[in-house]
Structure formats: structure tokens, C-alpha cells
């Protein structure tokens, strides 16, 4: 089975240098030198259809612009790619969440896939109204998704529960196909319910030992209630035609960041009741700690894996960072632990978008790990590669 590639969308801006964001970040903190206009995000989504990648994830949260309307305009500007849409249940209601994924489907039929964001950051929840501990935000996550679902199989659902009250809805338009939900969580609360209604679990990018930890404690969690589920993992990515030109590049973010900007940024995310930000965050803490992360191959905890966009972004904060071979070799190796689904970004969007479709897909595709734009793959002699350079 092929692999199936996911870009991203930076809603809040793009740059050549790391953006701050991500989860805990306060309104407007996340702003980079360009702008995010419809028709700079719609050559983003416009480039990842020439390469063959499935689909381009769109963020949500205070720190960026809102997921389904800025997704819903940037797909008229496309024409094949389908969008993963982030959004928080329990800010909307179960019903209304159903009609406007249905009514996109709709327009842009098998082109919306629905990442669910639980939200771990009380501070912002409270900021959207949602007083909700994190535990009670996981109880009403199952609640809400348990509806999605009947809705959108046609049901009319009357549901009285521990925190959702629902009755005699119905939608007068089914999404045909049903768009999949995309879950993540690293806590004891999110499993269950990952394992209830995901089709794909999205971890973030650990070093493989926890990836195979999480996907066997998903796998068996699901096993339980007779499903089977995908996996996939977010990544940003730094690839070059050689190892030296990309491990320069990461010296070069990181030669922006100033020791202040990296203990303001940290100490936001510090907030965070997100376990998986925990984890995030514990990966370069010791390098925090001696200063040595200002070296970005201090801050390599893995073959190839860094994690210096971590110091000021939050949420996603590692990048597989290599030659074009050496990334595509940790995209295998992650696929051989049984990631099916890869959703990476990297900075600038745009240009590192061309660096990974012109230097790491042919590769994965000499290999037999990805099939996706073969008849129409765009040239490798323009904009960033040698005419023939893997």
C-alpha cells in the first residue's frame, strides 16, 4: 500500500525562519513575514497536488485564522487535494459540526478529512467560553463524535448526556463519502476515545521506540472494541541534496533564535495540559538546560530527528532533518512500525514543499512506498534542484 503525504497550511504566516505557534500560543503571538492570503495558501495547496500528496492539514486555535473558512476557500482555488480540517468539539455544536462537514463534502466531494483537537490548553479553552477540566473535555469528545457518526449515517439522534443534549436532530444532506476523523492524544483519557472513533491516530514525531509504544497501545485499545485503525504522525522536515546542506539549514534557524525568545516561548508552553506537549517539551530539556542547543545537532534525539522547532513552536516540534535518502529512510523506518499517513511542513511552506517533492518522493517511489502524482510529478530541474538530483 502506498503512503499517503499530507502538507500543511500556516494559517497565521509563513517564514523562512521557524514560526512560533501551535498549542498554548496566546492570539496573534504567531505571525510570520508573509502573509497568509488565500492565494499564497492556494499555491501551497495548488504545488502538494502536482506532487501527489493526498491531502494539506489546516490548523486551529486562537494563534491562527479559522480552519473551515479559510479551508473552504482555498479548495475552490484547487482541484483534487482533499484537507485535513482541525477543529474542537464542544465549541460547536455535535449537529451543526456534522451539517458543515456534510455541506462541504457536497461541494468538494472525498475532499475533507476531519482532525479532531480536543484542546489541551485550559487558558484558551476558557478564552472560547469552555470551562471544561481536560478529562471532561475527553467525556465530551466521546459524546460528541458517538452523534457525528449516527448523523452522518442518517440517523435522528435525541441524546442526553453527561454534558451534551441533543434532540430529534437530523441533517437534511449525508456527506457522501463519509470524511474520516484523524484523532491524537498521548494521555490516558485520549486513548479511549481515539480508539472509539478514529480512523487514524496522529501521534506527534517521537523518536520510533514511542511511536511503536503508542501505536501498541492504540492497536490493542481498538482491538478491544473490535476495530482497526491507521496511523499516522506529524513532522516538520529539512531535506537537501546532502546531509551537510541540511543540518546548515537547522544552524540557521536556530542562529535566529535569541535566549530570550527560546524561555518566553517555553515558559507559555510550560501551561500546556497536553501530554503530548509534555513530551515534546521533554525531548530537548536537557538542552535548555546546558545551552547547548544553540549546536542544532545537540538537539538531534534520533537518527535524523531534531527537535529545535520545538523551542519556540508549540504542539508539532520535531523535523526529520537529512539528506533526500536519509529522510526517505525514516519515513520508511516509521512505515515499518505502521505509519500509514505522514503530515509534515517545513520552513518556508512553499520552498520546503519543493525540496521534499523534488528530492524525497522520487526515492520513496523507486522504493514502492508511494505511488501518488506518478503521471504528472512536477520537474526536478526547477526551482530548487539540479536537473537529476535525488
Known sequence: MSLAFHWFLPTYGDSRLIVGGGHGTP???ARGDRRATVGYLASIARAAEEFGFAGALTPTGAWCEDAFLTTAMVAR????????????PGLISPTLAAQMAATFSLHAPGRILLNV????EAHEQRAYGDHLGKDERYARADEFLSIVRRLWAGETVTHSGTHLNISEAALATLPSPVPPLYFGGSSAAAGPVAAEHADVYLTWGEPPAAVAEKIAWIRELAS?????????????????DTAA??????????AALGPDTVTAAQAGLARSESEGQRRMLALHENNRRSGDWRDARNLE????LWTGVGLVRGGAGTALVGSHTEVADRIAEYAALGIDEFVLSGYPHLEELYWFGEGVLPVLRERGLFT???DGAVSGSVPFLPAGVR
Open 27 to 29: 492570539a496573534g503571538a
Open 77 to 88: 482555488e484547487s482541484e483534487r487535494l482533499a484537507f485535513l480540517v482541525a477543529f474542537r
Open 117 to 120: 483537537v480536543v484542546g489541551g
Open 224 to 240: 478491544r472494541r473490535g476495530r482497526t485503525i491507521r496511523f499516522g504522525i506529524r513532522l516538520h522536515v529539512i531535506t537537501r
Open 245 to 254: 546542506d541540511a543540518w546548515a539549514q537547522a544552524d540557521r534557524l536556530i
Open 301 to 304: 534525539v534520533a537518527p535524523n
Open 372 to 374: 501518488g502524482g506518478a
